[in-house]
């Protein structure tokens, strides 16, 4: 398994809290996503990272923000969390990106917004 | 937009039978196409990844083909196991952007 680690694993809060989850991956992979999962729409990408200090929006990034200031950190964070927000959150690595190699997937972590 | 859609949503068949998954993509400029496997509260485990140019690839007892120009792909599970038990979501990485589009997955129970 790849060396993916997503903490926390489960986390409950309450509107308008900010909130940052993190992803750390020991395989020095260059490119880190964000995506988040919820019934009937799948997984869905947030903010990608290809590099260090280098981030990109995906398709559902209003109410997000990122950082990578080192290869192996990956930070998602809710400037003020919403009851919208309530989801599973799923940070991914690849070393090559999409055109030529699979994603590696972290053990997700579940954010309730009361 | 692509879109990528997984029908049915549920599949539960006996164990020992061959199974077949679809998965169909609205914009055929693909770059490839993936099956992932993804167990209650894990995340996603990669299975077989299709390139544009290919028409199958074969692991184990799994086989997943692509028609790409019909935006149709499938995964085919031989002699299936209890084990096989859990949710396969397909995702194809758009021309463009280079980004995974998912489908909302089919959920699959082998009964022992």
């Known amino acids: 398994d790849a060396g993916i680690t997503q903490s926390p694993r489960h986390k409950v809060t309450e509107t308008g809290t900010p909130v940052t989850l993190r992803c750390h991956q020991t395989e020095n992979h260059r490119y880190m996503y964000w995506y988040r999962q919820d019934p009937g729409h799948g997984l869905r990408l947030i903010h990608y990272?290809?590099?260090?200090?280098?981030?990109d929006k995906g398709e559902v990034s209003d109410g997000y923000s990122v950082s990578r200031s080192k290869t192996e950190d990956f930070l998602l964070t809710l400037e003020s969390a919403t009851s919208s927000q309530t989801s599973v959150y799923f940070c991914?690595?690849?070393?090559?990106?999409?055109?030529?190699?699979?994603?590696?997937f972290g053990p997700g972590t579940r954010l309730l917004v009361l | 937009k692509q879109e990528v859609t997984q029908i049915p949503a549920a599949l539960s068949v006996p164990e020992g039978e061959n199974l077949v998954l679809n998965c169909s993509f609205t914009d055929s400029a693909i770059y490839n196409l993936q099956w992932f496997r993804q167990d209650p509260g894990k995340g996603l485990t990669s299975l077989l990844l299709i390139q544009s140019s290919q028409r199958e690839q074969t692991s184990g007892r799994l086989n997943a083909s692509l028609d790409k120009s019909s935006g149709r792909s499938t995964l085919y599970i031989a002699a299936s196991q209890p084990g096989d038990s859990a949710t396969y979501l397909c995702?194809?990485?758009?021309?463009?952007?280079?980004?995974?589009?998912f489908g909302t997955g089919t959920r699959l129970t082998i009964i022992p």
């Open positions: 991914a690595i690849s070393e090559l990106g999409g055109v030529q190699e699979t994603q590696y």
């Open positions: 995702a194809v990485t758009n021309f463009g952007n280079e980004k995974l589009t």
């Open positions: 990272s290809y590099g260090v200090k280098d981030t």
